[in-house]
């Protein structure tokens, strides 16, 4: 008799190790089956987000940014620190080893739920049998599912005038294992991954960081005005961002690469010793399943799914970066605790509208629900409060007081839509709106409610408090009437 299990998860990213965590926890007898190698060919738990995402990428965009404030902004503060020097291998050895420790932490978290890793590749046959080839094997076993959760994740997509060449023109796994500080960067693609890899290149050193986004938006996912903000920023911490660049042909040799691209200035050819492609990435869904299985994917690849995560095969469900929404880990996550406690027979949802985007860049960008072109667009009467960090205590006094925090409330209900924003430790500030949002607060709720000073998060306050005109800590404008 075939090999059973309550539930087979396909994919041990944050979408599949989560799922299949909460399985076993919720009694479900349940495998994983990843094929995830890492650099010296062992077998991985964590995806993407843990082995060439996430976790390696925040690991160097806080080196980078300790590095760039000892050399360029302690003094500020009155510590002088002579002879700063980067140690790129140490860099680069100590975010190796934070991934290493973390995915190893997510084995130790499978053996002490008793959820089954099996190292290899995987297909979905029909009626929800699985077909698995274990690494270092090639005769295939089959093993059969009560249910089955596809979480693949996704990859790096790539474009074919831009082929990738050794390590110089790379995707973003390749841009996290530079063994040099190149001196002239280009990057393709001014998204999340462009934004993030190429400020930790220019804080480490280098002279150019040229991005060409194809788009003559810049950041259209974000709230344009926090995008307006952001673009100012980043251009005067010396990324060369052009906006509406295609390139069109890209040549690698003799250790640099020579591109030609074309904008609204006409055609242009650039050299830089290195090359990021950060163009998006495709969901992992070729050979996930056989054609016997009949599993529908839409016409970019996702697994089609309905909003509980379900494909259109009976007991086989899809999440993560393989299907629509945000390529998020932690909306993936959250894809994976839902499908688990349906199939324990729980009643379960994700609230699509509550999703956190954040970007790691310095100042940090990160929001939560609707944007105001969104409410724009769709006529919603709404109204605005803004407070600038700048007159925040707290940041004032830690010299890092850019940006600002924007609230969005439905103008009849009051209820917070959207909150929007750019500045320090934005990451950490936007779970307040996010609990604020999930909780279906009022921008009263926020302004009633008391926050510590002196903090960063009082600036949330304030912002909430400036949807209805009662901010106390910025000027009146016109003064008293
Ligand atoms: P993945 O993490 O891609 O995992 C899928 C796993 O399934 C992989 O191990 C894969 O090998 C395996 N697999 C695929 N097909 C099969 C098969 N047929 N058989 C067996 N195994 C299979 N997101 C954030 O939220 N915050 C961030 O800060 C962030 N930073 C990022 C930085 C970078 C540089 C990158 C590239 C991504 C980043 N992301 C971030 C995105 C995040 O990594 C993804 O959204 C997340 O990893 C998706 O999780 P997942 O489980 O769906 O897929
Ligand atoms: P992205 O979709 O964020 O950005 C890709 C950019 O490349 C877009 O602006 C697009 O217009 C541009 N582009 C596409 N084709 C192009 C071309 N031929 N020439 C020039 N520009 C082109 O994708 P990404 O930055 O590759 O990131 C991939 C995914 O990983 C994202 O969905 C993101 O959510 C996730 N991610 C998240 C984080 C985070 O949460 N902080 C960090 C990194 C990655």
Not at 206 to 227: G, K, N, R, S, Y
Not at 413 to 435: K, Q
Request: hydrophobic share 45%; net charge negative.
């Amino acid at each position: 008799m075939a090999e059973q299990y309550d539930v087979v998860v396909i994919g041990a990213g944050p979408a599949g190790y989560v799922a299949a965590i909460r399985c076993a926890q919720l009694g479900l007898n349940t495998a994983c089956v990843d094929q995830w190698l890492d650099r010296q060919g062992k077998p991985a738990l964590g995806g993407t987000c843990l082995n060439a995402g996430c976790i390696p990428s925040k690991a160097l965009l806080e080196s980078s940014e300790r590095y760039a404030e000892t050399r360029d902004a302690l003094a500020a503060h009155g510590i002088r620190v002579a002879g700063v020097e980067l140690d790129l291998d140490a860099m680069m050895a100590r975010k190796d080893k934070v991934v290493e420790d973390l995915t190893q932490g997510i084995e130790q978290l499978f053996r002490s739920n008793g959820v089954r890793w099996i190292q290899g590749h995987a297909q979905l046959q029909a009626n929800r049998e699985v077909r698995i080839t274990e690494t270092g094997t090639d005769v295939p076993r089959t093993v059969q599912a009560g249910h089955v959760i596809l979480a693949p994740g996704s990859s790096p997509a790539q474009i074919d005038s831009v082929p990738l060449h050794e390590d110089i023109v790379v995707d973003s796994t390749g841009a996290l294992e530079f063994r040099d500080v190149p001196q002239r960067l280009g990057v393709i693609g001014a998204g999340v991954i462009g934004l993030e890899l190429g400020s930790v290149w220019r804080r480490l050193g280098a002279q150019t960081v040229t991005i060409l986004e194809a788009q003559d938006c810049f950041l259209p996912i974000a709230d344009e005005m926090v995008a307006r903000e952001a673009l100012r920023v980043f251009k005067r911490q010396g990324l060369d961002i052009q906006l509406g660049s295609r390139v069109t042909a890209c040549e690698a040799d003799n250790g640099a690469v020579r591109i030609s691209y074309q904008n609204g200035d006409g055609d242009h050819q650039a050299e830089f010793d290195k090359l990021i492609v950060a163009v998006g990435r495709r969901p992992n869904t070729n050979h996930l399943a056989s054609d016997a299985a009949g599993l529908l994917l839409d016409e970019w690849g996702f697994v089609h799914v309905d909003e509980q995560c379900k494909t259109n095969l009976p007991g086989v469900y899809a999440i993560g970066d393989a299907v629509r929404g945000p390529m998020l880990a932690h909306k993936g996550s959250e894809e994976g605790v839902m499908v688990a406690e349906l199939l324990a027979g729980h009643a379960a949802a994700v609230n699509y509208g509550a999703i956190p985007s954040v970007i790691y860049t310095l100042p940090e960008v990160a929001w939560v629900g609707e944007t105001e072109q969104a409410l724009k667009a769709g006529a919603t009467p709404y109204r605005s409060g803004l407070f600038p960090f700048a007159a925040s205590g707290r940041a004032r006094a830690s010299g890092d007081s850019g940006g600002f925090i924007k609230v969005l409330a439905d103008a009849e209900t009051d209820r917070i839509r959207g909150v929007h924003m750019i500045g320090p430790h934005c990451s950490e500030l936007i779970a307040e709106a996010v609990v604020a949002i999930e909780l279906g607060s009022s921008a009263e709720d926020i302004a009633l409610t008391m926050f510590a000073h002196p903090t960063l998060s009082e600036s949330f306050h304030e912002a909430a408090l400036a949807v209805h005109g009662r901010a106390i800590h910025i000027a009146r404008r016109g003064g008293k009437s």
